[in-house]
């Protein structure tokens, strides 16, 4: 992989020193980053019984992995970082797992706020944003608005979150619409229904991640991942960090997104 430090001056902020820059990121060829990356931040309840301790240190653990990507997809300039932290079906877990996690969601982004403020992210959420209790409601939308002027990445929490609720909302969308003759069923384009997705305001992810050895989607982005390279990793998520997402990113550029097209065409489109 060519090392391409006028592109790498080129895109990082003035003060960031290229001096300092890891081994795995002078690999990395900054021309060919994914716009958006999504990630199942997966394993934190292994992690912390492998260490004798309950599953919820598990948790905590994982918002320094959270904190550590968030800052290196800003420095990188990936514009969309989507994260699952709590799916519809997590509802089912134990009780005092259920409120340590939005125990955890409501301080995290207390604290997180200010410099998430500071360092250009824009705070989103998609999921079924009515279903989170009244105190993790407020300090997201809080954290939105404060947010909601920045330019720089992003972040895009999945909670409460099932693609396929979204679909089935989205149809149901379309359906009011054809009802209210403001649309007709045979006029209905992937656009229209891109439009009525919690995603509409963003590309499709060209990269998933899921850490922790499990190889499945757990009703996550079903529609938005249809041509989006998959990328599975043993690594729990409390111990994925800016090493292991260069390796995914690297992984990344080394695939051929071919788009149904042969090879032969995507080499002679280059
Ligand atoms: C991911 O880790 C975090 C959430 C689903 C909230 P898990 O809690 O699923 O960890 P494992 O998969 O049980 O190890
Ligand atoms: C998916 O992980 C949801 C999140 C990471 C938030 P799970 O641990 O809930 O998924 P399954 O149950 O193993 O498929
Ligand atoms: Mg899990």
């Keep these: 992989m060519p090392i391409r430090f006028t592109t790498l001056f080129l895109r990082f902020p003035y003060n960031y020193c290229p001096r300092t820059m890891s081994d795995s990121q002078l690999q990395l060829d900054v021309s060919k980053l994914p716009r958006h990356i999504a990630i199942i931040m997966d394993g934190n309840g292994r992690w912390a019984r492998e260490r004798g ?16 990507i968030v800052d290196e997809c800003g420095v990188l300039g990936i514009k969309y970082l989507t994260l699952y932290a709590f799916s519809a079906e997590n509802w089912n877990r134990p009780i005092d797992e259920v409120n340590a996690l939005m125990e955890l969601l409501v301080n995290t982004i207390r604290k997180e706020v200010e410099d998430l403020k500071k360092n250009n992210v824009k705070l989103h959420v998609i999921g079924d944003f009515d279903s989170l209790p009244p105190l993790a409601r407020q300090e997201m939308g809080e954290a939105m608005e404060l947010t909601a002027g920045n ?95 260069h390796e995914a990113l690297m992984a990344y550029q080394k695939r051929e997104r071919r788009f149904g097209k042969t090879s032969e065409q995507i080499q002679n489109e280059r």
């Design 151 to 245: 330019t720089g990445l992003n972040l895009i929490l999945a909670l409460s979150y099932s693609s396929r609720h979204e679909i089935v909302r989205a149809a149901t969308k379309l359906c009011a619409m054809v009802k209210a003759n403001q649309l007709q069923p045979d006029a209905i384009t992937e656009d229209h229904f891109k439009q009525c997705l919690y995603t509409a305001p963003f590309p499709d992810p060209e990269l998933l991640i899921r850490t922790s050895g499990e190889s499945r989607i757990s009703n996550f982005l079903l529609y938005q991942l249809a041509y989006s390279e998959l990328y599975f990793t043993p690594v729990h998520w409390p111990d994925f960090r800016k090493k292991h997402l």
């Design 53 to 68: 301790e309950d599953r919820v240190f598990g948790h905590y653990e994982g918002v320094l992995s959270v904190r550590a």
